[in-house]
């Protein structure tokens, strides 16, 4: 790009700012962009500043946008009691995820490579092998019974990942990144180095790809990290729950604890804080914030890979 | 002359029909192998339970003797054939119209707005001046996509609570308290919103790698003969873009009948009171398969929402490459 940018003659570069915005065009378009952006991070801010407020002040003034009586006491439960089977939770989610995303890159970059190679003679059928899986399925009832009936995944780890360990639309979106990254030159001169296939892939096709890899293992994760459903269908073994769904059941059920609380006039809880006191929107926040916050820290170093290899994996497609 | 180019194309006449190329084919097939056992088990095997969307379905014990001992694949194949009488008690509920009104109503608002709003987000960033500033924004744009559902229900809650943003800023106003929880009404924008906000950075990728792609000359000519940027977008911008819109679009059209069930089914946080507005059938299906009705039902919701959207999807395609050939998907 600067090289092509540097080759511009000077009339033209004269020229090419004569078709930017005008100064206040351009000034107009910011702030509705830091508008915008202010809509992306402020309601996620609140929920950090809710996390550390004291308990008592969040349900008296309400949520604010900073915390009027600082407390780290839902942290603090969060962490100590175990509370509500988050840390189990939390140790599933890593396990499923890590297992997860290495299954999916890997067979995503495995199935992806021969279809993007024109001497592959089955490509054609195995792209719509893959692609039909994505226009057409057999629906929740047929999932669900298949993991249940036959599989018999259901409560295990593995029904957090396995059904997520392959994506025909990676597969696109990786051949794509293939066939544009990767020169058929390359690759035939490892071929006339004498380079099997698969020698040829590992060794000279992978480092190339990086970037595609990196952005497949970046989604599979977060699909793997931010699922629900799976869980919601096919667990019920307390042992086995993801971090989603303990969430999205501790923001229906703190509510009953709660109320529970009130009625037994603050029987205490084995944390060693009474019922009464249970910090519980509080915790609901510092919960949410415990279940977003490595993915909202992870995606800035990410991000510069993703966006070349989505945009490369997809255009061209 | 002649005799090099008889050489290389029998080299590689050679190379393409030798024993070698069995031996590079077995390695490609050995590559596709674990994503195609994948396809196998989680996409193809499935599908012949979808008969059970004509069945009534009723699980039965195979007796020791019988060579399936699957008590489920068994019943399956064993029980009774139940003609359409499935389909026909879910579209007689009145629950029916509600789903499909709103699994149908809401993809269309979704995908007119993500066109909307994408396009808008790509454009933008295009044209700010400081390049920095304007990946910045789109990094910052980009971030909802990465939280689930679940935590934009936290979001939201902590916006519409009792306690919540909202009703601080109606205190604020001298208003009255609002529990947006039991009103219906408030769904139908609270979704759409929530709609974009998750997805008008993820959206906006592909528009904006297609407008970065253009050639700039047009844009410079249409500025030499007094266009400005209104004109360029109408006159370059969005004639260039239909093509990848449409593209986009046929695949939404095949998910009409689909939906971000963790969407419908997490953000009104139970709330009975506002089912009309947030029932899909995603969220049918789930509910029917989770209180113990009948399997066949469930199923034929599930079939008519396969197949309804395979068809729009071949239905969509043929009726572009009709009108357009090179914009139609395959």
Not at chain 1, 64 to 93: C, E, I
Not at chain 1, 239 to 250: M, P, S
Not at chain 2, 73 to 82: F, G, M, T
Not at chain 2, 263 to 272: D, E, T
Request: aromatic letters at 14%; charged letters at 10%.
């Amino acid at each position: 790009m600067t090289t092509q940018a540097k080759a511009y003659t000077p009339s033209r570069k004269k020229f090419k700012n004569m078709n930017e915005l005008s100064t206040t065009a351009n000034l107009i378009v910011h702030v509705i962009f830091i508008a915008a952006c202010l809509c992306c991070i402020v309601p996620l801010w609140i929920v950090v500043a809710a996390s550390l407020t004291e308990e008592q002040t969040l349900v008296l003034e309400g949520y604010n946008l900073w915390p009027r009586k600082f407390s780290t006491m839902a942290y603090t439960f969060l962490f100590s009691s175990g509370g509500g089977g988050v840390l189990v939770a939390y140790k599933n989610t890593i396990i499923a995820t890590l297992i997860g995303t290495c299954l999916c890159v890997m067979s995503v970059g495995l199935y992806a490579y021969p279809l993007s190679r024109t001497d592959f003679r089955y490509g054609r059928f195995f792209t719509f092998f893959s692609y039909f899986s994505m226009l057409f399925n057999a629906g929740t009832v047929a999932f669900y019974l298949l993991c249940s009936q036959i599989l018999h995944i259901n409560n295990s780890i593995l029904a957090l990942f396995l059904p997520q360990s392959f994506s025909a639309y990676w597969v696109i979106i990786m051949r794509t990144f293939y066939r544009s990254n990767v020169p058929d030159a390359v690759i035939e001169s490892a071929r006339i180095d004498g380079a099997g296939e698969w020698r040829t892939l590992l060794q000279i096709v992978c480092p190339l790809a990086v970037p595609g890899f990196a952005t497949v293992a970046l989604f599979a994760a977060v699909g793997v990290w931010n699922n629900f459903f799976n869980c919601l269908l096919l667990i019920n073994d307390r042992k086995y729950f993801n971090l989603q769904y303990t969430i999205y059941e501790i923001l229906r059920s703190v509510q009953a604890l709660k109320e529970m609380a009130s009625q037994q006039g603050g029987a205490s809880s084995n944390a060693g804080i009474s019922l009464a006191n249970l910090p519980s929107e509080s915790f609901r926040m510092a919960m949410a914030v415990v279940t977003m916050g490595p993915i909202v820290l992870a995606y800035p170093f990410f991000q510069r890979y993703f966006v070349k290899g989505l945009t490369i994996g997809a255009v061209k497609g | 002359m002649t005799t090099l180019s008889n050489e290389t194309s029998r080299v590689v006449r050679k190379r393409i029909w030798g024993a070698g190329e069995v031996k590079r084919h077995l390695a490609y097939l050995t590559m596709l192998l674990p994503g195609f056992i994948f396809l196998v088990v989680f996409a193809y095997t499935p599908l012949p339970a979808i008969i059970m969307a004509f069945k009534n379905y009723k699980l039965m014990m195979p007796p020791r003797d019988q060579w399936i001992q699957n008590p489920f694949v068994y019943s399956l194949l064993n029980s009774d054939w139940s003609g359409l009488k499935n389909f026909q008690f879910i579209f007689r509920s009145p629950d029916a119209a509600i789903f499909l009104r709103n699994t149908i109503g809401y993809n269309l608002l979704f995908m007119a707005l993500g066109i909307v709003f994408a396009i808008s987000v790509a454009v933008g960033i295009n044209e700010l001046r400081q390049r920095f500033m304007a990946k910045l924004y789109h990094t910052i744009l980009f971030l909802p996509y990465f939280l689930s559902w679940i935590i934009i229900t936290y979001v939201l809650y902590a916006f519409i609570a009792e306690r919540g943003i909202v009703n601080k800023v109606m205190d604020a106003l001298g208003l009255a308290h609002v529990s947006v929880y039991t009103m219906p009404r408030a769904w139908v924008f609270i979704l759409p919103l929530a709609n974009v906000w998750r997805y008008a950075g993820n959206n906006s990728i592909i528009y904006l790698a297609t407008i970065t792609g253009f050639d700039q000359e047009l844009y410079e000519a249409a500025a030499i003969d007094g266009a400005g940027k209104w004109k360029q977008f109408r006159h370059i911008t969005w004639p260039l873009l239909v093509p990848t819109i449409i593209l986009l679009q046929i695949l939404a059209v095949g998910r009409i009948l689909n939906g971000d069930f963790d969407m419908f089914y997490s953000l009104p946080n139970g709330a009975g009171a506002v089912r009309n507005t947030t029932l899909t059938i995603d969220v049918y299906v789930y509910t029917a398969l989770r209180t113990g009705q009948p399997l066949g039902l469930p199923s034929a919701a599930a079939f008519f929402q396969s197949c309804i959207g395979f068809l729009l999807v071949l239905t969509t395609n043929t009726v572009v490459r009709k009108v357009e050939p090179d914009m139609a998907m395959f």
